[in-house]
């Protein structure tokens, strides 16, 4: 069955860097783009980054553009995360999710982790 | 930017209500539009894809419509365990995406 762990959250104070880590299972990897979605305390959902299946086109939302890196490893069936210059509003629980498309042109978001906690306090 | 607006933003229903959730896109989105159900502490579930289809092993008191800017989510006979928040989302911008900003349904 398919399963995506995350790992890597934990306490960091401000200006800090992380890398979170996605573990793939149950499926072909290297087959689907992935995504990156964070929800801070209490509110909504957020996209933050998607990467191709090879790794070589990526998108960032404007809020972490520059600060977030996305990658991934085929080989390892894992997605990354790397979070630098961490601030308080970074503050959340981010999940990786995997991207499903079915033809034409429709996509959804088909299975999730069980997310990660960061949170950015001195 | 795509914005999405889901209305209301929470409601009180009792067990076996009609409920419905509307979502409406800043621009037509066509039917690119999903929708999610997220309990406390969990990940997100899908639950609609492309405005009207429904996920696999979702039960069918739950279905979506609408169109280019509007859309709705609708449960039918609501149970215990659909207490939940729920999210749409637009895909027409993939791979860059939207959320609303969710809708809390609560026992009255």
Known sequence: ?122 | DIQMTQSPSSLSASLGDRVTITCRASQSISSYLNWYQQKPGKAPKLLIYAASRLQSGVPSRFSGSGSETDFALTITSLQPEDFAIYYCQQSYTTPTWTFGQGTKVEVK
């Open chain 1, 1 to 122: 069955q398919v399963q995506l762990v995350e790992s890597g959250g934990g306490l960091v104070k401000p200006g800090g860097s992380l890398r979170l880590s996605c573990a793939a299972s149950g499926f072909i990897f290297s087959d689907y783009y992935m995504n990156w979605i964070r929800q801070a305390p209490g509110k909504g959902l957020e996209w933050i980054s998607s990467i191709s299946t090879s790794g070589d086109t990526i998108y960032y939302a404007d809020s972490v553009r520059g600060r977030f890196t996305i990658s991934r490893d085929n080989a390892k069936n894992s997605l990354f995360l790397q979070i630098n210059s961490l601030r308080a509003e970074d503050t959340a629980v981010y999940y990786c999710a995997r991207r499903q498309w079915e033809l034409p042109t429709i996509y959804y978001f088909d299975y999730w982790g069980q997310g990660t906690l960061v949170t950015v306090s001195s």
